[in-house]
T-cell receptor, first 116, second 115 residues
């Protein structure tokens, strides 16, 4: 099992460019999440999905869109990148819903994004 | 609303010394609490979690944490630090409030282990 994988590992964008980050998991998890990690701020939830074809907003959704067309994949899109979106992005997945005793999130290795 | 406070963004200990990383939380509903470890250039890995079954939770790599409701704390400890413990540690609280999957991470504590 590869667990949770993310592509690309690193990307540099110019302001206004668009890109898509891909997250894939092979654990048959229903729930998937996108976080951003910034120095001194911990991880903040951007969007999440509770199943194929469903997505929902997290704590900091503005400027991002997501799609979950296949159960194993969760895509994060930036339509018009801004310097404030420079961050490290982590994808995670879990078998059960957050806030339940069974929940354990498995994280990918991260994508470092620099927006100039 | 829920929140997590990790006291000390950097902690240094000598190899073999006690490790104590502090986490305090607030939550309006019974919380589930987690500690994650992040090694450089890697994702987060679950160390342990509190799910109300037992107040003293044992995790991987010799770490444990005790849930103290009266103090709203979930401090992480390890009796004897090893060089390989040098990493950043995150405390997190989750709750299922009204269908919104709320998770809150602390700002992290970087642990340095001095030989």
């Amino acid at each position: 099992n590869a667990g949770v994988t993310q592509t690309p590992k690193f990307r540099v964008l110019k302001t206004g460019q668009s890109m898509t980050l891909l997250c894939a998991q092979d654990m048959n998890h229903e729930y998937m999440y996108w976080y951003r990690q910034d120095p001194g701020m911990g991880l903040r939830l951007i969007h999440y999905s509770v199943g194929e074809g469903t997505t929902a907003k997290g704590e900091v959704p503005d400027g991002y869109n997501v799609s979950r067309l296949k159960k194993q994949n969760f895509l994060l899109g930036l339509e018009s990148a801004a310097p404030s979106q420079t961050s490290v992005y982590f994808c995670a997945s879990s078998y059960s819903i957050l806030g339940t005793a069974r929940e354990t999130q498995y994280f990918g290795p991260g994508t470092r994004l620099l927006v100039l | 609303a829920q929140s997590v406070t990790q006291l000390g963004s950097h902690v240094s200990v000598s190899e073999g010394a006690l490790v104590l990383l502090r986490c305090n939380y607030s939550s309006s509903v019974p919380p589930y609490l987690f500690w994650y470890v992040q090694y450089p250039n890697q994702g987060l890995q679950l160390l342990l979690k509190y799910t109300s079954a037992a107040t003293l939770v044992k995790g991987i790599n010799g770490f444990e944490a005790e849930f103290k409701k009266s103090e709203t704390s979930f401090h992480l400890t390890k009796p004897s630090a090893h060089m390989s413990d040098a990493a950043e540690y995150f405390c997190a609280v989750t709750s299922n409030s009204g269908g919104y999957q709320k998770v809150t991470f602390g700002t992290g504590t970087k642990l340095q282990v001095i030989p």
